[in-house]
């Protein structure tokens, strides 16, 4: 007999960090260098697994921050956080929290379901919270007849589809972790997720939970804005030292930095600004999306219609006005004047009135 070959599988890690407060008595100097050694040994480790980040602070006293992580084998969880140990920043840091668990196909049976996304295959959306728990069965769940759990499990699915703006990833750990499954829910509104769990609580497969705890509750943002819910300096500015003039612009980049169809995220007074260069012309405006708070240096750039469209809801802005030109934001995000020393991009606060052009060389 022949063995079948055995599904693709994806191996998922939740790892949350607390940040020692020692770290933020070091100096400026040190903790932005630290934070964007951090920043980059992630992003070098793009292409060998998915990485998302979600911040914690002021939300839950025992941890800062997760990083859910999603690759195609162990190997790759371990020599990233391997990576995050020898940072600077990684000395400081512990992981009160740590989940790990694989995707697979459900035993149970949901026809309906037969057109959405394998369940072999974590694809993170955008939505702005993930709510994250370890989930354990009784024993006495495994003893019901398997028509039993499944009716049970068929209310579960009737309730849930009663929320649609809740997405449901579930992954397990089995001989793998202490908990039997991770379920993350992603959602834009958290009174949803409440709502939701309060009704799942009068379902009768509740009484068969012998544990769901920890609860935590995380908000999806960049990496750098990440960083920087973390106190101390600034990812990028207290490294550069970058003084702000007496004609009240501040050096933020090089044209190097910048070249045409890029973006960057660079700061300025403290405030995060993006800029573009579109077709040889520079535009900055606040970095931060005025609908969800994120960040507009990600987004993808209209050339034709100098803009960008917001990489969580696709809210639409004018690079040269700020203006809100479609999707769900209705407030405008603030934009700076930007002036080229030689190769130095400066800029200040104030509505831009013409975009500053790259001279030709």
């Known amino acids: 007999m022949t063995a079948q070959s055995p599904e693709r599988r994806q191996v998922v890690r939740f790892a949350f960090y607390k940040l020692d407060n020692a770290w933020r008595r070091l100096s400026a100097e040190r903790q932005a260098a630290s934070k964007i050694e951090f920043g980059e040994t992630i992003d070098s480790f793009h292409g060998r697994l998915l990485l998302r980040p979600y911040g914690l602070v002021g939300i839950r006293g025992d941890c800062d921050f997760l990083l859910w992580q999603v690759a195609e084998d162990l190997d790759s969880l371990v020599a990233l956080q ?24 459900s035993i149970y049976e949901f026809p309906e379901e037969s057109n959405q996304p394998s369940r072999l295959v974590i694809r993170p959306s955008n939505a702005r919270y993930l709510f994250v728990y370890p989930f354990v069965k009784t024993r006495a769940w495994y003893l019901l007849p398997k028509a039993e759990r499944q009716a049970m499990m068929d209310e579960h ?104 169809g890029a973006s960057k995220r660079v700061y300025a007074a403290g405030e995060a600004v993006a800029l573009f260069n579109v077709n040889g012309s ?58 080229l020393e030689e190769d130095a991009i400066l800029i200040a606060p104030a509505e831009a009135r013409e975009p500053t052009v790259v001279p030709r060389r």
């Open 82 to 105: 391997t990576a995050l140990n020898r940072t600077d920043l990684g000395a400081y840091l512990t992981t009160p929290y740590n989940y790990l668990a694989m995707t697979r196909r």
């Open 157 to 260: 699915v009737r309730v849930g589809r009663r929320y649609p703006s809740i997405r449901l990833n579930t992954t397990y750990s089995y001989g793998l972790d202490d908990q039997e499954f991770v379920l993350a829910f992603e959602g834009d509104n958290p009174a949803d997720f409440l709502d939701l769990v309060m009704e799942l609580r009068e379902s009768k497969a509740s009484s068969y939970t012998l544990r769901d705890t920890p609860t935590l509750t995380c908000v999806q943002m960049s990496l750098w804005d990440l960083l920087d819910t973390l106190g101390g300096a600034g990812s990028v500015q207290a490294v550069s030292r970058r003084p702000t003039r007496a004609d009240g612009y501040t050096p933020v980049a090089t044209l190097a930095e910048l070249p045409p």
């Open 282 to 339: 520079v535009y900055a405006i606040a970095n931060r999306c005025t609908h969800a708070r994120a960040s507009l240096s990600e987004g993808a750039v209209d050339l034709a219609r100098c803009a960008v469209t917001c990489p969580w809801h696709e809210g639409v802005f004018s690079l040269e006005t700020g203006q809100v030109l479609g999707g769900p934001p209705a407030i405008p995000v603030a934009t700076y004047r930007v002036k």
